[in-house]
């Protein structure tokens, strides 16, 4: 499985937007970049995914650059609530766990 | 809808002890799978399963640990002889699809077990 590499922890102002970076140089042509999150005391989130393509939808937009080595998360505006963990994985292509890393801890600070 | 459920929320149990977590995975989802966290570190992969059958159980640490889904639905991780390192909460997700699918996991709030 690729690995990823993620910042241990951000910190984001209220309402601003939230941009977490993931490096996976060692992404395979098949392989999806997935992002979740995990609030405290709950079960992972899912947040979006894309394989080479731009992709947005009501919780976020992601990035991922030409090379496909790395991928930026954006929250547009982010609100207390987005206060969590965040994690980048590169999804195994030919089976189905998902393998966490230690992801990125975004505070969003008022 | 109905999420992904999961019984106990918090399990206390003495070192040596049997355990089994339940999971209700979410209607229609054919795909089961079940991940532990440990303190300050992100799930760690256990088992899947696809219908009835583990499809990949290389997560499993040791054979004291054991999963079933009997029924294609409802599954059940087991522990025997549980040991203080066994202390983590145990996290299970369902998902539509198999193979090369890539369907997103949903995930239940997960179990809380400590072995004392």
């Known amino acids: 499985d690729a690995k990823t590499t993620q910042p241990t922890s951000m910190d984001c102002a209220e309402g601003r937007a939230a941009n977490l970076p993931c490096n996976h140089s060692t992404i395979s042509g098949n392989e999806y970049v997935y992002w979740y999150r995990q609030i405290h005391s709950q079960g992972p989130q899912y947040i979006i995914h894309g394989l080479k393509n731009n992709e947005t939808n009501e919780m976020a937009s992601l990035i991922i650059t030409e090379d496909r080595k790395s991928s930026t998360l954006i929250l547009p505006h982010a609100t207390l609530r987005d206060t969590a963990v965040y994690y980048c994985i590169v999804r195994v292509p030919y089976g189905n766990k998902l393998v966490f890393g230690a992801g990125t801890i975004l505070r969003v600070k008022s | 809808g109905a999420g992904v459920s999961q019984t106990p929320s918090n399990k206390v149990t003495e070192k040596g002890k049997y355990v089994e977590l339940r999971c209700d995975p979410i209607?229609?989802?054919?795909?089961l799978y079940w991940y532990r966290q440990s303190l300050g570190q992100g799930p760690e992969f256990l088992i899947y399963f696809q219908g009835t059958g583990a499809a990949d159980d290389s997560g499993l640490p040791n054979d004291r640990f054991f999963a079933v889904r009997p029924e294609g639905s409802v599954s059940t991780l087991k522990i025997q002889r549980t040991e203080r390192g066994d202390s983590a909460v145990y996290l299970c997700?369902?998902?539509f699809g198999q193979g090369e699918g890539n369907y997103e996991q949903y995930f239940g709030p997960g179990t809380r077990l400590t072995v004392t």
């Open positions: 209607s229609g989802h054919t795909a």
């Open positions: 997700a369902s998902s």
